[in-house]
């Protein structure tokens, strides 16, 4: 997952929660409850996003593609 998939997942779920709250929450609690909801989701996302582990398959791909590379030079 890249960061530009981070950036389009927050503004769907932002669209997505504020839809949904405007829907049934709207009589119980203001529109700003769904902002911070959707503040919450935001900062989950960024994080997952952060702390992920590096994807070790494309590095080892690279490195079997350099020795092939250079046991036929």
């Known amino acids: 997952m ?6 389009f997942y927050s503004i769907m779920y932002t669209i997505l929660i504020i839809l ?3 829907k049934f929450l709207e009589s119980l609690i203001p529109l700003w409850g769904a ?18 582990k590096p994807n ?3 590095s ?7 020795r092939y590379i250079k ?3």
């Open 35 to 52: 902002w911070i909801v959707s503040g919450i989701v935001i900062i989950y996302l960024v994080s997952i996003y952060k702390y992920r």
């Open 2 to 7: 890249e960061f530009g998939d981070i950036i």
């Open 60 to 66: 080892e791909e690279s490195k079997d593609a350099r």
């Open 20 to 22: 949904f709250w405007l």
């Open 71 to 73: 046991k036929h030079i």
């Open 56 to 58: 070790l398959r494309k």
